[in-house]
């Protein structure tokens, strides 16, 4: 089967730096920081007290005020941002054939939040009183079914729940089902919400999140200091089209996707593999599914989530992987800014690196103060750059050693 090129027309997101695609953006470029205490439960006795929550999203404001209360908040968050990414898109969908328009969206949790509250509830009234809702609401596919009912998107619908991967691989799932010819059109992404009690404290008991109060000195990729991530929520969602299918309605195009790599670590059920081996194998895959030499690459949306064992593990990946060209390419967290969103971190970071080669700017790895010998690439420390490279990688690693890489491609066109 002949393999067509994929290009991304329209971008949404909903993160802990800003509702919009706009408001994001204009919060990355300026180096502002999502983090701060935690509010949505009180976090009196708890070692963890901050976390990088969306601020002032109402939900009533793009969703049937009837239908969102159905809804969990990481499915909130996903059709809130797919509505952006639609508008933005500028797709008709009166005259596009919905059966060739699929959804992936990821989500690692799903709706804990939910579970919790509604385990509470039972606990206390007994547990056929809770709500009829409690299933759909929680179950982890149901973003991407709840997008793909909003516009009737009759396509593939499907959820990776591969981890911290997870996003990046809905975008990468979704670019191979249009590129060989399943689809034509495709929403994909990844969305998460799940600081709650037992989120934070299951990830507290195991030493993965930080403990600093400071948010300036919370999520610190690749700083000698960091001690470990910071809990973010949020989603961010892509509109994947078939290039001959968006000239022919005259779409505004963000980048071009080239490749996609997706492997497993089999090493270890939280620990990356040494020497990031299955990270540095994943990026072999996705540049070779491109047809893209390592020297061609400027600029990585590193996973990047401020643990120790990542950072080292991920920035010696790099090296295996690019070589001397390594030290030349630039490299950044932006994690920094917005946490670190799990299943949604990809979708994101997705959006994020599109914009990167659209825009013509690198965003930094914000709060890098304290220098890590043992970590020595262009981190792009502090302030984003006004820079314009030609590809560009999105990688990201999660728990159960999944692994997965997109390569994108600044459009010319």
């Given at each position: 089967m002949e393999k067509r090129r994929v290009v991304i027309t329209g971008l949404g997101t909903v993160n802990p730096t800003g509702n919009t695609v706009a408001e994001s953006w204009a919060a990355i470029k300026a180096g502002r920081c999502g983090i701060a205490p935690i509010t949505h439960f009180d976090t009196t006795g708890s070692r963890v007290t901050l976390a990088a929550e969306v601020k002032g999203f109402d939900p009533a404001a793009r969703i049937d005020k009837r239908e969102a209360r159905k809804m969990a908040r990481f499915t909130q968050f996903?059709?809130?941002?797919?509505?952006?990414?639609?508008?933005?898109?500028?797709?008709?969908?009166?005259?596009?054939?919905?059966?060739?328009?699929?959804?992936?969206?990821?989500?690692?949790?799903?709706?804990?939040?939910?579970?919790?509250?509604?385990?509470?509830?039972?606990?206390q009234k007994g547990f056929d009183r809770v709500s009829p809702y409690f299933v759909p609401m929680s179950i982890g596919n149901m973003a991407a079914g709840q997008v793909a009912i909003r516009f009737g998107?009759?396509?593939?619908?499907?959820?990776?729940?591969?981890?911290?991967?997870?996003?990046?691989?809905?975008?990468?799932?979704?670019?191979h089902r249009v590129r060989d010819g399943y689809e034509d059109l495709m929403l994909c992404?990844?969305?998460?919400?799940?600081?709650?009690?037992?989120?934070?404290?299951?990830?507290?008991s195991m030493k993965a999140l930080s403990t600093a109060t400071d948010p300036a000195r919370a999520s610190i990729p690749f700083d000698a200091e960091r001690g470990g991530f910071v809990m973010g929520?949020?989603?961010?969602?892509?509109?994947?089209?078939?290039?001959?299918?968006?000239?022919?309605r005259g779409a505004k195009i963000y980048a071009e996707i080239v490749g996609y790599g997706s492997n497993c670590d089999a090493y270890h059920f939280t620990a990356p593999a040494p020497g990031g081996a299955g990270g540095a194998a994943c990026m072999e895959l996705a540049l070779a599914?491109?047809?893209?030499?390592?020297?061609?690459?400027?600029?990585?949306?590193?996973?990047?989530?401020?643990?120790h064992l990542n950072d080292s593990c991920e920035t010696?990946?790099?090296?295996?992987v690019f070589g001397t060209h390594a030290h030349k390419l630039a490299v950044s967290s932006t994690k920094s800014m917005t946490g670190h969103l799990?299943?949604?971190?990809?979708?994101?970071?997705?959006?994020?690196?599109a914009l990167a080669l659209y825009d013509g700017f690198l965003p930094a790895t914000l709060n890098l103060r304290?220098?890590?010998?043992?970590?020595?690439?262009?981190?792009?420390?502090?302030?984003?750059?006004?820079?314009?490279?030609?590809?560009?990688?999105?990688?990201?690693?999660g728990f159960g050693g999944h692994n997965a890489c997109i390569v994108l491609k600044r459009w010319e066109g």
């Amino acid at each position: 089967m002949e393999k067509r090129r994929v290009v991304i027309t329209g971008l949404g997101t909903v993160n802990p730096t800003g509702n919009t695609v706009a408001e994001s953006w204009a919060a990355i470029k300026a180096g502002r920081c999502g983090i701060a205490p935690i509010t949505h439960f009180d976090t009196t006795g708890s070692r963890v007290t901050l976390a990088a929550e969306v601020k002032g999203f109402d939900p009533a404001a793009r969703i049937d005020k009837r239908e969102a209360r159905k809804m969990a908040r990481f499915t909130q968050f996903a059709v809130a941002a797919a509505r952006e990414a639609m508008e933005d898109s500028g797709i008709d969908l009166e005259e596009t054939d919905r059966s060739r328009f699929g959804t992936i969206i990821s989500s690692g949790i799903g709706g804990l939040p939910t579970i919790e509250e509604e385990h509470t509830k039972g606990e206390q009234k007994g547990f056929d009183r809770v709500s009829p809702y409690f299933v759909p609401m929680s179950i982890g596919n149901m973003a991407a079914g709840q997008v793909a009912i909003r516009f009737g998107l009759k396509g593939i619908c499907s959820c990776p729940t591969t981890a911290c991967a997870g996003g990046t691989n809905a975008i990468g799932d979704a670019f191979h089902r249009v590129r060989d010819g399943y689809e034509d059109l495709m929403l994909c992404g990844g969305t998460e919400s799940c600081i709650s009690p037992l989120g934070v404290g299951g990830f507290t008991s195991m030493k993965a999140l930080s403990t600093a109060t400071d948010p300036a000195r919370a999520s610190i990729p690749f700083d000698a200091e960091r001690g470990g991530f910071v809990m973010g929520e949020g989603c961010g969602v892509l509109i994947l089209e078939e290039l001959g299918h968006a000239q022919a309605r005259g779409a505004k195009i963000y980048a071009e996707i080239v490749g996609y790599g997706s492997n497993c670590d089999a090493y270890h059920f939280t620990a990356p593999a040494p020497g990031g081996a299955g990270g540095a194998a994943c990026m072999e895959l996705a540049l070779a599914d491109g047809g893209v030499a390592p020297q061609q690459i400027g600029y990585i949306n590193a996973h990047g989530t401020s643990t120790h064992l990542n950072d080292s593990c991920e920035t010696a990946a790099i090296k295996s992987v690019f070589g001397t060209h390594a030290h030349k390419l630039a490299v950044s967290s932006t994690k920094s800014m917005t946490g670190h969103l799990l299943g949604g971190a990809g979708g994101v970071e997705g959006v994020f690196t599109a914009l990167a080669l659209y825009d013509g700017f690198l965003p930094a790895t914000l709060n890098l103060r304290v220098p890590d010998p043992e970590l020595d690439l262009d981190y792009i420390p502090n302030e984003g750059r006004a820079v314009q490279v030609d590809y560009a990688m999105s990688d990201s690693l999660g728990f159960g050693g999944h692994n997965a890489c997109i390569v994108l491609k600044r459009w010319e066109g």
